[in-house]
């Protein structure tokens, strides 16, 4: 039938991780349950990592019925399917996160770490009103690569952070908050208006895009002009 | 004649410090140099103490030839008439700022409380991206009975210091940053949404509404039940 | 289990009110019902006062199945374990509301005082449409240390309020309203530029934050540098 | 030449005080000195009340000089030449506002009252930050057949003003004020959230615009259903 | 009980018809239905003409049950108690609206105007895009003494209607259209900027707002100075 | 020298009128006198016809000097160097403004059009706020195939247009108004909501793309399929 | 009964097909089943085609038992009736979008479109993340006599496309994206931004309008100063 | 004199290329020429590399007069003083620009790169309005470890590029555009938006701070684990 032939509502990218370093993966939001489903199936056929990010609990209970080798993560409403074959990619990456609220973002960026092959870790709870919680972690922050800031609110622990390391810092800003939080436009303001030189920032509660640019990042530690 | 006429523009309000506990001041943008030479002269002929605020060089230089007891700050672009009789306040108010940019709005918050006769102490250039810088001053902090926060760009400065004191603190964004600082709106939506509890805030560069703000609090070292 | 233990979403700060003079309370939004309820859990254990806000209805059920001691205020959406040793603190705190939809809110400012200790009573409905209202209280309200003014619309009570008292005021905007209320925002801007000095703000509907706020000067009352 | 050919910039609408009630004005913003010089002086050659707004300082000096029989109000950057035949209107407004620097907008109200025929009278600096000065004038007030009120920064005026009489008013928000007050967006968002019912709202600084509502109104004086 | 008690959320203004001309009015939305029925009843005890707007579906259902003798507006989610004596004010008032989709807001202007004695009529679907539909009805918009133009979308019809017209025009914004409408915000704007000129606006969707101005408009038709 | 080659800081297109149907054209905002000068020069060279958009009057002076060959148009502050070989286009653009002020961006429009060899006509103010300035040119504005709308302000000029035609309408916000025309952006928004359907609308003040949108719409006179 | 009384609730336009060259269509959202119902029901029954855009599920069913003729497209969200007698129009329309959840946008153009009897093909996802996609089409693509672009997130899809290709190209922004996507705002601002010059923008998610603003397009395909 | 010791306005925080990876920079807008020649001179008195960003031309000149040694690009605004003693990062860094009027960002990005010792080169105008401008780079951008992408308008540019490389793509958003291009938002919401994966953005005009993000993510070059 017209509307489950994949050709009618998409076409897939199997070049992309020779192009980018990472495969094509599924945004789940203003997609049906069947697409995800058929999208995924032919992703992981073709020997790809597959990873859905934005699943809604009920796509997820059709797709997890279709593809019973998934995995669910609901908290972060990711759906994975790990790559037959494993890549291992050199460097390490801190996921931190301001509060309780902001796990399900922090979430998503370890499940599109962990699905891309790159060594990762994650501590909750330690945002800027009680300072001495990432100022004790201090010491294992500086061993990451890459450190991954997520928080809400007024979203300050990205800049606190950067002040303190040398590799870069990804902010993620959430939407966590309320009234004057603006869905989270206001931590995303915040955050490109960092007072710490050399943060960068992605959309809103995206966690996902974190994690695909630190991929892009620890591509430089295998040395490109090497190549 | 009548445009020079007071009550063609103005109708003082002699009685607001017994109501409020500080006299009128004198808001001098939108106004002209003529209009806020003779509010200033009729509030000073009453034996109150007079502050102008936002006054542009050119209204100061006007101003200042007219009343020659009056003091000028350049960088705050206040000008103040000591009053006869001095009040002094309990109490003790401290004015932190992040950076070099954000001292015209910290130093209008000074003048201010000198003005009301609140004894206070200025921090500069403690911003969050070198913690250190306010750490350090941690201790000389806690001896005061309000602080005021002064923060550009993404304002971070009242969220961290909230969380490391008990004494209220006044958060005052300004319009130092540049893009997405949005003259301010951008440090005024984070101090909004401190993830430090209890921090009040006041409207961008108002470094004088701040001032008002803890000359209102000061009434509190007094005991107002006992009144 | 992983997903109950604590430390693997929170990290509670058992300092706070040592540091800033009230416990570390619950934000209920954003966090399932198991999270909030461990949380509160561990926080009674430690014989702290126990103050959940922003609780859902579903969430309030589960919660307090599992906390039988503790009490729910469902208009305001407060769940409060009290503490087993009380404080209490000098001064008393006014909360005022301009319209019966602004309830929810200033409730909120109530529970947070009564957990906090501090004395505290609420006038609704006394908005500046109908000011003989307003000024028929004027007399108790000068007998206040602090006022929390709650208002949604045009947020015009703090102004007016502000105009005829001399303690602080603490301007608390609500989403209540339509069209170009813009779910407070209207209100918290108009609250920002009060033409009465003095006046501080918070986030919309942000009863919670004006009750820490007046805690935190409520510390002004036993004179701090005498300690 | 085709440059000072009125055709070629403007097609002036000399029916429109048969069809509205007052006749075409000039917005002098946006135009040059030539146009709107060209503009009165074919509208004063057909009779009609004329009257310019917004016309900059260069122009205004430009305009005067060609027509020497036109008013210049400075402070409103209005021009005027009184129609021959006067027109007398039924009914009085009072245009009130809450500062000095409110004071332009009020009186491009008065201006084009004037201009119109319409009786009024001007209160200037009667905001709520000091409501006694409201208050004292309400008898006043009350006798007026409308109310213009003019306020920037929160623009609390006319919600208080509305909920004391029984007139129309109508509110102009101004762009007096700085930061959060949005160059005037804040005042004219609390006045369309007024809470006293019945207020309505022209733009930003548009004194003309309320005046031309306000000769509107006045036709009821005349009892249309009788004509 | 406390909850049911009307002084615990709610002080009565009775004389708001001695003071602005109409009584108090209930604005149904963010109140219990038991609330909203309370004060019902009470106003209706006093003899007032009783309107609550903006009652939501379920709450309506409670409060027609309390009170039968109530009247219920689906579409415009009104219910009204005609006062036992009746006012009858003179003049008319003209409600307009674009389309279809405006009617809601259309009929709480024409509910609110009989609530309180003013005569009027309602024309639907006249909207700009089909000029004729607007201009076949220009002889009857003439004897209004006031019209009430609702519209949403890009809100020409205010515009249009005013340049046609020498009543008084009272422009509703509505909600209506989609993206780029911003929930009303754009008709909003767009009234606020009309190039005919004496247009007043009233807040989106609040047909309410607009026929209480019409009813203060309507006091003009009685000759205020003569009282 | 490096800074006067122009490599170092443009590559131009000199395929664009093969790939877009017209040439390459030069924005001057944000470019040095220097570089304007530069590449229309090297744009001539080439045969192209040459259009410099929003040139400052200091920068026209200079190009105007190194250029003697071009034509200025102050008002819209276009420069123009006519192609060698004349193109003629079929069909015929009318473009229409609501007031005088909108008459620059208007002149944008002809100026790009007749640089491009579209036959137009431009006819100024016949805003909707008077009706019958439209409505008799309507026998006229039918004979063209395609009609430029530019207006400020409410913007209402394009739907009242499209909804008596049946050629495309292109609607040009312009920055014409003041308060809450917030700079055109009240226009543009209205004109995406326009209730007239099939309206398309492009940026504020862009009379430049307008015209290059209706010299792509020409190319359907010539009948792409028959090539 | 007067609800469904037709004239109660709308006035058709039965000459706009005449005007503007297509019938009066229906928007459904803001409609009562039954009106949308009773509507097209009165358009089928003057031999007008009929679509109904923007219809709610559980509306479509109503509708749907009414009108047995009718069709549905569920992703579209619209409902059609053939006209009687079809209309062929020369040219062909290509309808492009981003990416799969794009679809429902792209296919209600493509409704519209085929409603108005305008040839037109759709090619699903290929947006400029992998341009590989585009490219290949574009052979495709120049055959087209207008290009409807659709696309939400950063909205790239038009420029891209118009600096490859002569003919119209339509933007439209969808809804499309999660946080700073401002449900659409941000797809409008880069299109209206476009650096390809006359590419032209419609609301977002109108892919209705843009269809409508095809066929006036189209119009130019028969050569209108020949009739 | 108190006003030019620095204590008084700044403190210098030397261990910032210890923690950070690079010394503290120079902002230079808002403040004062003799502030910022008094932090440079210091900062090069410690053997640090200096660089001071958005100086204003007088500014620039008088700071130029008091430290001869120092370097100055007019076009980005920047001022240098090479440290002695030079550090040389392993790397490279492109940066390309979508338009001329992009340069000055693209310069303050290749200065700070320059300062910090990384190896850079810059492509100027390579937009998306002309893609094989771009595409005839590809080869050399895919030999960069990193890619600065600056682009006003629409920001199409690091999406584009994003799909074609695997490196790190920083954008950066620039103000250049007119109308709805507001200031630099709408190509900072479009980045933040981009539908390639892995893009990160800084805040708008931010040459610099990409430039900062750029040296943290060499860093990894070195191979932090080792160390």
Redesign the interface.
């Known amino acids: 039938m017209k509307k489950n032939d994949l050709s009618?509502?998409?076409?897939l990218?199997f070049?992309?991780d020779r192009?980018?370093?990472?495969a094509?993966?599924v945004?789940g939001?203003?997609?049906t349950p069947e697409?995800i489903a058929a999208?995924m199936a032919e992703l992981a056929a073709h020997g790809k990592p597959v990873l859905a990010t934005?699943v809604a609990p009920e796509a997820a209970e059709f797709v997890l019925k279709k593809l019973p080798e998934a995995v669910h993560d609901e908290l972060a409403r990711s759906i994975m399917i790990p790559a037959r074959k494993k890549v291992r990619r050199?460097?390490?990456v801190a996921v931190i996160c301001?509060?309780?609220?902001d796990?399900p973002v922090a979430r998503e960026a370890v499940n599109t770490l962990t699905v891309c092959g790159a060594e990762n870790f994650l501590i909750?709870?330690?945002?800027?009103?009680?300072?001495?919680?990432l100022l004790s972690k201090l010491e294992r922050l500086r061993?990451?690569?890459?450190i991954i800031a997520v928080a809400g609110?007024?979203?300050?622990l990205p800049?606190?952070t950067?002040?303190?390391?040398?590799?870069?810092?990804?902010a993620v800003?959430t939407?966590?908050?309320?009234?004057?939080?603006?869905?989270?436009?206001?931590?995303?303001?915040?955050?490109?208006?960092?007072?710490?030189?050399?943060?960068?920032?992605?959309?809103?509660?995206?966690g996902?895009?974190?994690a695909?640019?630190?991929?892009?990042?620890?591509?430089?530690?295998s040395?490109?002009?090497v190549r």
């Not at 192009?19 to 990472?22: A, I, K, L, V």
């Not at 002040?163 to 810092?169: I, K, R």
């Open positions: 009618s509502f998409a076409e990218d070049e992309r192009r980018c370093g990472f094509e993966f945004y939001a203003g997609k697409q999208i934005r050199p460097g390490k301001a509060g309780t609220s796990l909750p709870d330690c945002g800027v009103a009680g300072l001495h919680r061993k990451a690569d890459i609110m007024e979203g300050a800049s606190v950067a002040g303190l390391v040398e590799c870069p810092v990804i800003p939407s966590v908050g309320y009234g004057a939080s603006l869905n989270g436009i206001t931590a995303l303001l915040a955050m490109l208006n960092s007072c710490a030189s050399g943060v960068t920032v992605v959309n809103i509660d995206n996902f895009g974190a695909c640019a630190a991929v892009r990042m620890l591509s430089l530690r040395g490109k002009s």
